[in-house]
């Protein structure tokens, strides 16, 4: 296995560039990055295992939608630091439910393919709703209240944070049950935008509440204070 690892150009860089193609039709599906455990798993597994640059860690193609890849074929370019694999894809490879990534031609904007699973039922909703405020990133701030916040920047976007937090509060307060859930979710929503801006994804906020089961609060707050 080692052989096979070591003919990779890791020198180069820590992420190998994947590319992915249907190993039926060749229609190139998505691009992603390998490291070497990732690779190393993809390679034992025939399953593909990515290095998430958002997440910061490996995670299984369709390990939450189920829409697995097996890979058929490896292929390294002639400067060994690029991936080819072929795969058959199992539901569809974009998060945005369709069955390419590469939907959308680049000097008209215009969108070529339509969605082909509803992804409510393949993702939860906050990593559906973080998904599709980076989409709005390259909206019209004209019709997207979204892409208008991002649009503004990051202290318009703080804002409307510590804005939502108050009313939350305020809700909290008044022991308004209704209230309190309708202004946890539009703190949700601001707070994802905030993130959102920033690229880092939920679920690195889900990685890190799993890190602080089992350690008191008290010795958690100790530790960073240290």
């Not at 299984?60 to 795969?87: A, R």
């Not at 993702?123 to 997207?144: C, M």
Request: proline fraction near 1%; charge should be negative.
């Amino acid at each position: 296995m080692d052989e096979v690892l070591n003919r990779v150009d890791w020198q180069k860089q820590d992420l190998l560039p994947v590319i992915v193609q249907d190993a039926e039709t060749n229609e190139v599906l998505m691009m992603a990055y390998m490291d070497r455990e990732a690779l190393e798993l993809s390679l034992k597994t025939k399953i593909a295992h990515y290095f998430s640059r958002s997440k910061q860690r490996i995670w299984k193609k369709g390990e939450s939608s189920g829409h697995t890849q097996e890979i058929k074929s490896f292929n390294i370019d002639c400067d060994n630091d690029t991936l080819l694999i072929k795969v058959k894809q199992n539901g569809v490879a974009c998060h945005t439910g369709r069955r390419s990534c590469f939907f959308t031609e680049l000097e008209s904007g215009e969108v070529e393919s339509e969605v082909e699973v509803n992804l409510n039922n393949t993702y939860g909703v906050i990593d559906t709703l973080y998904h599709t405020i980076q989409e709005r990133k390259s909206a019209d701030p004209e019709t997207s209240w979204t892409a208008k916040l991002l649009s503004k920047g990051e202290n318009t976007i703080l804002k409307k944070v510590v804005e939502e937090a108050g009313e939350y509060c305020f809700a909290h307060k008044d022991d308004d049950e209704a209230e309190m859930v309708y202004e946890a979710a539009d703190l949700t929503y601001h707070m994802l935008v905030a993130l959102a801006s920033k690229n880092i994804s939920p679920d690195r906020i889900k990685q890190e509440l799993a890190r602080r089961f089992g350690i008191s609060g008290i010795a958690e707050k100790n530790s960073r204070e240290a």
